[in-house]
């Protein structure tokens, strides 16, 4: 295993974090379904433009950190993480706007989706209690595919949790299967799950989500201050 070292991040990042996003997203597929038939510039130049407000604008305005993973012999990035902090009664209404993507798809994109992901996912945090101006929300967790399972992302997810720890404060996120398990394990339990039958999107993915019964799901997970690492398992059923 190479050498690994841990970094916060910057706004000049944003191009190579979102290399590492759609290589990670490549196969999970929710992602497949919402690209559609979007052409691989079309998804790289839309993930950029959705990334953005967490990556440049968020740091910028110092209501979001990300950290990264390094790989020492190449001095590209293996993994990476958003934290969102508390957001401070300051911002204005013209900064909060800038922190929130549409998350909405070019020509190509898979709009039926999209829209079932904002009306259901992207609720689910604050439906779990999470409240901006009071608690930290973990925003993106993507690991390169040629570095999964070296325990990049519970560095990552360590290092955050410290952070909240000594802040004081739980840390709410949605997670996808690959990385819902390490999440439990790092302290995070269960507020409520989404299941969607990608067939209803596109057809042609029927059947082809993670659960027994072909569905795909989404986790949102809440984290105590001060919640241990533990050794248990996360049941799917």
């Known amino acids: 295993m190479p050498p690994f070292t841990l970094l916060p991040g910057v706004p000049s990042d944003l191009d190579e974090m979102v290399h590492?996003?759609?290589s990670a997203m490549d196969q999970d597929p929710f992602w497949?379904?919402?690209m559609g038939t979007m052409?691989?510039?079309?998804?790289?130049?839309?993930?950029k433009q959705n990334l953005r407000y967490r990556i440049v604008m968020?740091?910028?305005?110092?209501?979001?950190?990300?950290?990264?993973?390094?790989?020492?012999n190449t001095g590209k990035i293996a993994a990476w993480t958003g934290l969102s902090f508390p957001w401070p009664e300051t911002l204005t209404d013209a900064e909060r706007a800038s922190l929130t993507s549409s998350w909405s798809p070019p020509e190509g994109g898979n709009w039926s989706i999209r829209n079932w992901y904002v009306e259901n996912v992207t609720p689910m945090a604050s439906n779990a209690g999470c409240d901006r101006s009071k608690h930290f929300l973990r925003q993106g967790s993507m690991v390169l595919p040629s570095y999964q399972r070296?325990?990049?992302m519970t560095l990552l997810t360590r290092k955050c949790n410290?952070?909240?720890?000594?802040?004081?404060?739980?840390?709410?996120?949605?997670?996808?299967?690959?990385?819902?398990s390490m999440f439990f394990?790092?302290?995070?339990?269960?507020?409520s799950v989404r299941d969607a039958e990608l067939g209803d999107f596109d057809e042609t993915m029927k059947g082809k989500g993670e659960l027994k019964n072909g569905e795909t799901r989404f986790w949102a997970l809440k984290r105590e201050v001060g919640a241990v690492s533990e050794k248990r398992k996360l049941s799917w059923e």
């Open 58 to 72: 968020g740091v910028e305005l110092g209501v979001m950190q990300t950290w990264k993973v390094v790989d020492e």
């Open 39 to 47: 052409t691989p510039s079309q998804i790289e130049e839309w993930t």
């Open 20 to 22: 590492v996003w759609i």
């Open 150 to 152: 070296l325990g990049l």
């Open 162 to 180: 410290d952070i909240a720890d000594d802040y004081g404060a739980p840390t709410y996120l949605n997670a996808r299967p690959k990385a819902a």
């Open 185 to 191: 394990k790092e302290g995070f339990e269960v507020c």
């Open 32 to 34: 497949k379904t919402w």
